[in-house]
């Protein structure tokens, strides 16, 4: 029996939030994405198995549980929705690139509407810009001591990190609401 695949589909918010608003279907993407590439049906049910039982070994039966019900229901639809590739025959998954947009709803989002991690990439990658500047002589940077630009580049890390942390500390336990 073939799935059909979705090439090319624009998944409304509601539609997202429906999908990541199943456990499974939210463990499947996060799994997936921290693969990097295709995994096998077993070892994507063991891993959101191990997931839904806070890192204890799960039962047998969880992990038959987890297995059925993404074997019948959750990569089903994940693969008719175009965010995997789900070889029924095979018993492989493999993300597309609709999983990587997905996987943007499940990170921490700054004011800027950028991720932390987007934010943080352009503060360092500025930061070392400014630095080579200053090594290289550029004018305006040649002005500045290359130790201090250091310096300012890991204050900003400092403060955006205990901003983060501070300002958001429920953000960081997005699976601790699945445990409720």
């Not at 639809?77 to 789900?86: A, D, Q, R, T, V």
């Not at 950028?114 to 002005?143: D, H, K, M, Q």
Request: aromatic share 8%; glycine share 6%; hydrophobic share 40%.
């Amino acid at each position: 029996m073939g799935l059909k695949t979705v090439e090319t589909i624009s998944l409304p918010q509601f539609k997202v939030y429906e999908i990541l608003g199943n456990r499974r279907r939210f463990e499947t993407v996060r799994v997936l994405e921290d693969a990097g590439g295709s995994v096998s049906v077993a070892e994507l049910s063991e891993a959101i198995a191990e997931a839904e039982a806070d890192g204890e070994p799960p039962s047998k039966s969880a992990r038959d549980s987890v297995y059925s019900s993404l074997h019948q229901t959750h990569l089903p639809k994940l693969h008719e929705l175009g965010i995997i590739h789900y070889n029924r025959d095979a018993r492989t998954v493999k993300p597309l690139d609709r999983a990587r947009d997905l996987s943007r709803y499940m990170e921490v989002v700054t004011y800027f509407g950028l991720t932390w991690g987007e934010y943080y990439r352009a503060v360092g990658v500025l930061g070392l810009l400014t630095v080579l500047a200053s090594l290289l002589e550029v004018p305006i940077f040649v002005l500045i001591d290359p130790i201090l630009l250091c310096s300012i580049v890991l204050g900003i890390y400092a403060i955006s990190s205990a901003h983060q942390l501070w300002s958001h500390p429920m953000e960081f336990r997005v699976r601790d609401l699945w445990r409720r």
